[in-house]
């Protein structure tokens, strides 16, 4: 018996229309603590944000000798034979884990394994609505780097990719570098490629409308955490020169002579890697030295509103552009970074103009890569989405209030998922070599899935709106 | 890239270098911990090995910066064959100038010259756990000789 059941049930005639329209009104008037409020009671209401739902029908107990023994174990020796082919009868091709330690989760820092669940659950549910993916929330009870990478290695026979999650900083490096390494599925890590690729779709747009050229500007990256050390290293794979880039963290300008330069080298030897490349003319000090005449900003450091002061931004170059993607609240609020003469502000918040949000990119990229069977996720594949989430944009109209798309626009994910299996075609790492156009096809029917099956249990009655 | 033999105009950039030294090694055990005025021990040090005899300070410079720092000092070892010992002491090169064969060079011409002071073995001192010089040196043909041990008392 389903205690859901007697609860009052609204049908909305079609849920990408009613999001919209609740979308748009909580930016506008919904006070800070009413999603917490609603979080806490909606999660008591329906136990948890996802569950499995079946794919074949059971039209009477008989089809279970189909579905499981005996006649399984044919399905079972063909696999064996050639364990590829789980990618083909199982739903392994269109499943993925979201697996994380716990250790980095939001902006509540190391809240351990159960406390991530719902964060995880929440993202598993933004997989599958947007992207069409079955995505399996898995925190898991991990300490070090390589218990984390010897329980995702072996989950690998199940899954046709894996999206870790909020791991703290600078084990994440290591464990993506390793799964990478040794896995034959994609291994994303959304808190490094994700933000970094978003981010990078963001300043493609921002750059046109600020009449520049990636190669030759000057950029600033203030925080070294997972998604700034990704954002440099795309920055540089889609055309920047790293010398032009400044990495900025806690103790100031990072460069090859720093005072813990080799405490670096020993404990975060990514950080030391960017400290060799980048800041070519070896600029040393604080944020606003290297904000000295820089095009771009961004902030991927710390909770604001005053984390970056005005008098910090004021000098860098004119038409400048500045990202502040620290969540809930921005290292400094888009009006003052206006004042103070930035032109083009984003920051991770839905309530202002050009959210950068990985929501707009981890779905259409593992569509993507899913429909092609990827082997991995390449930057290249990272830097295609972006230019087709900047593309789309461009369409629409670009401006300094509108340089991405926003999650409403849903027509983006295919396109987005279209272009990234492309370029696994390109690169080599795609198992199944399919056209644009079958990709295209692909991501529809995956992602329209999603759609028709959530309006089928809202419309049945499954799924029923929360209380009042 | 010049290595030469350290002058008296070096010693503040060598002194740097040689705090650098001190500060890595504090990274892998806490009995390392550096004095607050070891950049003027550094200097004193530096001073005092340009001075004495039997000693051997090598600097490796790009234009005129100094990037890396040798220093070795002959000993005698008065209960054992081969007698004459080449010790080094302190190796730093600055982290954007590692990897490009800038150690190898430095370590091959200071076992050359300490030969030519009469060192029939050369020997290098570096904290057990720095696995990166450990591995430098057994690539170059050296061998553990001693095993330091240490406590608080």
Redesign the interface.
Same mark, same amino acid.
């Given at each position: 018996m389903n205690p859901h059941k007697d609860r009052q049930r609204a049908v909305h005639s079609g849920v990408e229309r009613g999001s919209a329209r609740r979308v748009g009104r909580e930016a506008g008037s919904a006070s800070e603590d009413e999603p917490s409020k609603k979080a806490l009671e909606y999660s008591k209401f329906y136990g948890g944000k996802v569950g499995f739902a079946p794919r074949v029908p059971v039209r009477s107990l008989q089809d279970f000798s189909i579905w499981y023994t005996p006649g399984v174990a044919a399905v079972s020796r063909a696999i064996e034979a050639d364990p590829g082919l789980s990618f083909e009868y199982t739903g392994r091709w269109n499943t993925i884990a979201i697996v994380t330690d716990g250790t980095r989760v939001l902006g509540l820092g190391n809240i351990g394994p159960e406390g991530a669940l719902p964060v995880m659950e929440g993202k598993a549910l933004i997989y599958n609505y947007l992207g069409g993916v079955n995505a399996l929330p898995l925190p898991v009870r991990a300490k070090s780097a390589d218990e984390l990478v010897a329980v995702v290695k072996a989950m690998e026979p199940s899954l046709g990719g894996v999206n870790l999650e909020d791991i703290e900083s600078p084990k994440c490096f290591d464990v993506l570098d390793r799964l990478r390494e040794e896995m034959s599925i994609p291994v994303w890590h959304d808190d490094q490629q994700g933000t970094a690729g978003v981010t990078l779709a963001a300043l493609f747009n921002a750059l046109d409308v600020t009449g520049r050229e990636l190669r030759g500007t000057r950029i600033v990256l203030y925080g070294a955490g997972a998604a700034n050390v990704a954002a440099e290293r795309l920055l540089a794979r889609a055309g920047a020169d790293p010398r032009d880039i400044i990495v900025v963290d806690s103790k100031g300008i990072l460069h090859?002579?720093r005072?813990d $330069?080799?405490?670096l080298?020993?404990?975060n030897r990514w950080k030391?890697e960017i400290? $060799?490349r980048t800041n070519g003319d070896r600029v040393k000090g604080d944020l606003k030295d290297a904000l000295d005449g820089a095009d771009v900003l961004v902030a991927a450091a710390r909770q604001g509103p005053d984390a970056i002061r005005p008098d910090e931004v004021a000098v860098m170059n004119k038409r400048a552009i500045a990202f502040f993607l620290a969540n809930p609240v921005p290292e400094m609020l888009p009006a003052s970074a206006r004042a103070a003469g930035v032109e083009v502000v984003a920051t991770g918040r839905s309530d202002f103009p050009n959210q950068v949000n990985n929501s707009l990119l981890f779905p259409a990229i593992f569509r993507g890569a899913l429909d092609v069977r990827a082997k991995t996720i390449t930057d290249t594949m990272v830097i295609e989405a972006a230019t087709e989430l900047a593309s789309f944009a461009r369409e629409k109209g670009i401006g300094s209030e509108y340089i991405l798309p926003t999650m409403v626009q849903w027509e983006v994910y295919p396109r987005v998922a279209t272009k990234v299996g492309q370029a696994a075609v390109r690169e080599g790492v795609a198992r199944r070599r399919l056209s644009a156009k079958e990709s295209m096809q692909a991501a529809m029917a995956s992602i329209e899935r999603s759609r028709k099956v959530m309006n089928a249990l809202r419309d049945g009655g499954v799924i029923v709106d929360p209380p009042e | 890239m010049v290595i030469r033999h350290a002058r008296k105009e070096d010693v503040d950039a060598i002194s740097d270098l040689i705090v650098r030294t001190k500060r890595l090694n504090n990274e892998f055990d806490p009995l390392f911990a550096v004095t607050p005025d070891a950049k003027g021990r550094a200097e004193k040090y530096v001073q005092a090995t340009l001075a004495a005899p039997g000693n051997l300070l090598l600097v490796a410079l790009e234009g005129r910066k100094v990037v890396g720092v040798l220093r070795a000092e002959m000993r005698e070892r008065i209960f054992y064959e081969p007698r004459n010992e080449g010790r080094v002491t302190d190796f730093y090169i600055l982290p954007e100038h590692r990897r490009k064969a800038l150690g190898d060079e430095m370590i091959q011409q200071a076992a050359a010259e300490l030969k030519s002071m009469g060192a029939e073995i050369v020997v290098a001192d570096v904290p057990a756990q720095n696995e990166i010089a450990n591995r430098f040196y057994i690539k170059r043909g050296f061998r553990a000789l001693i095993n330091q041990f240490a406590k608080r008392p």
């Open positions: 090859p002579e005072d $330069i080799d405490q080298m020993l404990k030391y400290a $060799i | -």
